[in-house]
T-cell receptor, first 116, second 106 residues
């Protein structure tokens, strides 16, 4: 149980285009979903926290107009990188928790984004 | 935010050896988890352990909340244990540690 999927697993796009990443909890209802960004050989940096039906809470320094997060249902959250640039290239990981909080969060497999 | 320091940053073990990984927090945390990130990037929950001791097979973890640290023990290491181990903790959000990169050689 507690499976989280992400789609796509990897994406290459041209600079200036927008990319949408989906995060789904397959066998539980995710009250809270988290989006992280990980640079090569670095730790995970929390980008935002979203609760179903509410606006996402962004961490300091994360541009909310650039990284649009929508938690439309208890099983789906999306991250849209708008007008992507090469510096947005990274490994994006979502996680989901059945509770309002980070305890026992389950992670998706990640999405590798390369912006050319 | 909370600073999370992990040690050692890198570790190379011979298969069958034991090891201890440490995680120090700059402030008290209500939630604490250990994760293993495999070479493909997938994060796997190992333990949710805000306090006390837990064991799961060859792995065990101990958190001393009053002293703001946690330990992860790996016994009889196997090559499949290779990867990066993260601890993370916090209150309403998680702060991730810097990670320990473990390589187990046959």
């Amino acid at each position: 149980g507690a499976v989280v999927s992400q789609h796509p697993s990897r994406v290459i796009c041209k600079s200036g285009t927008s990319v949408k990443i989906e995060c789904r909890s397959l066998d539980f209802q995710a009250t809270t979903m988290f989006w992280y960004r990980q640079f090569p050989k670095k730790s995970l940096m929390l980008m935002a926290t979203s609760n179903e039906g509410s606006k996402a809470t962004y961490e300091q320094g994360v541009e909310k107009d650039k990284f649009l997060i929508n938690h439309a249902s208890l099983t789906l959250s999306t991250l849209t990188v708008t007008s992507a640039h090469p510096e947005d290239s990274s490994f994006y990981i979502c996680s989901a928790s059945p509770w309002r909080g980070p305890e026992t969060q389950y992670f998706g497999p990640g999405t590798r984004l390369l912006v050319l | 935010g909370i600073q999370v320091e992990q040690s050692p940053p890198d570790l190379i073990l011979q298969e069958g050896a034991n090891s201890t990984l440490r995680c120090n927090f700059s402030d008290s945390v209500n939630n604490l988890q250990w994760f293993h990130q495999n070479p493909w990037g997938q994060l796997i929950n190992l333990f949710y352990i805000p306090s006390g001791t837990k064991q799961n097979g060859r792995l065990s973890a101990t958190t001393v909340a009053t002293e703001r640290y946690s330990l992860l023990y790996i016994s009889s290491s196997q090559t499949t244990d290779s990867g990066v181990y993260f601890c993370a903790g916090g209150g309403n959000q998680f702060y991730f540690g810097t990670g320990t990169s473990l390589t187990v050689i046959p």
